[in-house]
């Protein structure tokens, strides 16, 4: 809830749309937020909150890497941010490693307001 009301109030102030657990047509996966829609995204968020270790977190870090070599085959020009939160990432060190490689920004709920900024960078272009 706190990502979305960021979001929202992001993007209500600067006048941009946003769309909620859309199928994302280019890359034909779903994304928790999808800036300012799922037929022209310039900005994806997802998000993972794990309080155990899972095997969903290596399939999350493998959307992460398959979204990043869509974009370049597509020639897509697409920010991907990643926000974790959870104990459960500190013992999947890899699929963090993984994420943190392949997104354009990886932030948690303590620095969340960062949102604010990456969505207008994002959106300049």
């Not at 209500?12 to 829609?37: A, H, Q, R």
């Not at 968020?45 to 979204?67: G, H, L």
């Amino acid at each position: 809830k706190k990502i979305e009301e960021a979001i929202k109030l992001t993007c209500d102030l600067e006048g941009l749309t946003y769309v909620k657990n859309k199928n994302v047509d280019v890359f034909e996966k779903s994304y928790n937020f999808t800036i300012p829609n799922e037929h022209s995204p310039k900005i994806l968020i997802d998000y993972s909150y794990n309080i155990t270790t899972s095997s969903t977190q290596s399939r999350f870090a493998e959307k992460i890497v398959n979204t990043k070599k869509d974009a370049e085959a597509n020639q897509q020009t697409v920010i991907t941010v990643v926000i974790l939160e959870g104990a459960g990432w500190v013992g999947r060190q890899s699929d963090l490693k993984t994420i943190y490689e392949n997104a354009d920004y990886v932030l948690n709920l303590a620095n969340l307001g960062l949102l604010d900024q990456i969505i207008r960078y994002g959106m300049e272009g």
